[in-house]
């Protein structure tokens, strides 16, 4: 008898990986009997695997001519054997991998010509991430999962005495508009200094100049840039009194720890669109005046760490 296999396309940037674990978890869910391929690209591997939701993950690296991704698949991937295709990536990329699918009248559901169930919603790029995928996966009468184990990713762990806060006060080089400027975070950071929470830095290599400008100013703060990977930050979201930074991949594992998040945004990102999902999460927006700002944050943190000092 041949094994049924259902193949998940899906890359992209942390913020992304971690929005769609919903409709992953979903096909997971809707297959349960079928045997559940990725594809995907590192460093997605190791941490997905946590999960235990894939039989199998294979891993690609993107290049600049789509026809040498495709022969990558081709090479990693006995085609013929899978039933159903979701592309969750939906680029005109990956909408162009789904031909190789459709030649051989494999199911395909995405976006483009080569989607036998084709998510034609004129208003898709105005959706948010969540609702956009759950209606994509309607197509093939798929009930999206808004409750979704997530143990693997965040175990049960007991809070430390010490009260702490993650500050995430970078993100990628490519966007650095962003960003809310660092004089908000040094603001935040004495702040919480003051009123006994420990500020940790989170980051990866795009945020070292900022982390460590931070943290000659501050030396008392942990400095964690560069030193931690995806299930660290889960783990340490689950233990902290408070999380701020801005829209980046980071926030979005640290709000699904489902403990307060405080997540900026600037004029150059829609949280409509893809803002961080959580239980406790508050989305703020900065309007260019420092002072102003800082003030609603602080006010922000009082409220939901219940401290009764003055913001001076």
């Known amino acids: 008898m041949k094994e049924k296999k259902i193949l998940i396309i899906k890359f992209g940037g942390l913020g992304d990986i971690i929005l769609s674990l919903n409709a992953i978890y979903s096909i997971r869910n809707e297959f349960k009997d079928h045997k559940l391929i990725l594809l995907t690209e590192m460093p997605y591997k190791d941490f ?3 999960s235990k939701w894939f039989d199998d993950i294979i891993v690609i690296k993107r290049s600049f001519f789509y026809f040498n991704d495709i022969l990558q698949i081709r090479k990693k991937l006995n085609v013929l054997a899978i039933e159903k295709v979701f592309d969750l990536q939906t680029s005109s990329r990956s909408s162009f991998y789904l031909k190789i699918f459709y030649k051989q009248n494999i199911y395909t559901n995405g976006i483009g010509k080569y989607a036998k169930a084709k998510h034609d919603n004129p208003n898709r790029d105005e959706m948010h991430t969540l609702d956009r995928q759950k209606e994509q996966l309607k197509l093939s009468n798929i009930i999206f999962k808004k409750k979704i184990n997530l143990n693997w990713l965040y175990p049960s762990i007991k809070k430390d005495k010490e009260k702490i806060a993650l500050i995430v006060p970078g993100g990628s080089k490519k966007r650095l508009y962003k960003r809310i400027p660092i004089e908000i975070f040094a603001t935040i950071i004495k702040f919480l200094i003051t009123n006994k929470i420990k500020p940790i830095l989170i980051g990866s290599k795009d945020d070292f100049l ?18 931690t990977d995806f299930l ?5 979201s689950k233990q902290a009194t408070i999380s701020l930074g801005n829209d980046t991949g ?3 594992i ?10 900026f945004f600037t004029e150059h990102s829609n949280y409509k669109l893809c803002g961080q999902q959580g239980k406790k999460v508050s989305i703020m927006r900065f309007e260019k005046n420092n002072l102003e700002f800082s003030n609603q944050v602080l006010e922000k943190i009082k409220k939901v760490t219940l401290i009764q000092s003055s913001l001076t």
């Open 250 to 252: 980071p926030m979005h």
């Open 210 to 227: 900022v982390c460590e400008k931070l943290f000659k100013t501050f030396p008392i703060i942990k400095n964690y840039c560069n030193k």
């Open 48 to 50: 997905l695997e946590k």
């Open 254 to 263: 640290i709000a699904r720890g489902d403990n307060p998040t405080l997540v």
């Open 232 to 236: 660290k930050i889960a783990q340490m």
